[in-house]
């Protein structure tokens, strides 16, 4: 790998992990950012390569940059503030439609930065993680990558995912007392292509979902759809 494709690998990590922070819910709007220097240190690279991270996300509008004050996380308004919650079974049971799903992977990992920010839990601690691929009549309609709470759902590595789907348990042992999701597009990379049976770029419906139980984070999730084949839901109300 040349020198090159090394700094780009590592200023694409500094994005990807500042990114995550703020779209999962972890900082908040308002937030003040650590300084380029103290990112630097987390991420054991130059200021220069953070201060490029820190000018894309200002370009999209997710950080607001203060002379001589610092950056903080951009004020946004959500589409909606009321979304409907709901287990992806039950949506395509109420379509009077067949739901299977494919568990890809399921193991216990050290939490990101990121995750453990959105989570409010230790960076390092452990955090379940599962992948897998939601079926309506045979055909892929989500890709959902969950990260679990082990202190609240202690059992999750024992579960039929075959049987019920993470959420439809989490909903009945986990009782969800708050929820926050963030919705966005964007498009498949090569293997979030294969896995739905699209082409690659395409664009997808990306839900971030974090649900709360008893003031602990229970899980986060990011849920992938076909941008053609998914639509939101929501309740507006008008002062």
């Not at 969800?176 to 419906?205: F, P, S």
Request: charged fraction near 25%; glycine fraction near 6%.
């Amino acid at each position: 790998m040349s020198d090159n494709e090394k700094q780009k690998a590592i200023y694409e990590g500094v994005e990807s992990e500042l990114r995550r922070a703020i779209e999962n819910g972890g900082w908040k709007p308002g937030f003040k950012l650590p300084s380029e220097r103290e990112l630097a240190e987390r991420f054991q690279c130059a200021r220069m390569t953070v201060r490029r991270a820190l000018q894309e996300l200002q370009a999209e509008g997710l950080i607001a940059r203060r002379h001589g004050s610092g950056s903080y996380v951009a004020d946004l308004q959500p589409m909606s503030n009321i979304l409907s919650i709901k287990d992806i079974y039950e949506e395509i049971a109420s379509r009077g439609h067949v739901h299977h799903s494919v568990l890809l992977s399921r193991k216990t990992i050290r939490a990101t930065a990121a995750v453990a920010a959105a989570m409010g839990i230790e960076h390092n601690a452990r955090v379940f993680q599962c992948k897998l691929v939601h079926y309506e009549n045979g055909t892929p309609v989500q890709f959902e990558e969950r990260f679990v709470n082990p202190e609240v759902v202690p059992e999750f590595m024992t579960l039929d995912l075959g049987k019920q789907t993470p959420s439809s348990y989490l909903f009945k042992h986990a009782p969800l007392t708050a929820a926050e999701q963030v919705v966005e597009a964007v498009n498949a990379d090569e293997a979030m292509a294969t896995h739905l049976g699209i082409e690659v770029n395409a664009a997808l419906l990306k839900i971030s979902r974090r649900t709360i139980s008893q003031d602990k984070v229970a899980s986060l999730a990011n849920l992938y759809h076909p941008g053609n084949c998914y639509r939101i839901i929501g309740k507006f109300s008008v002062a």
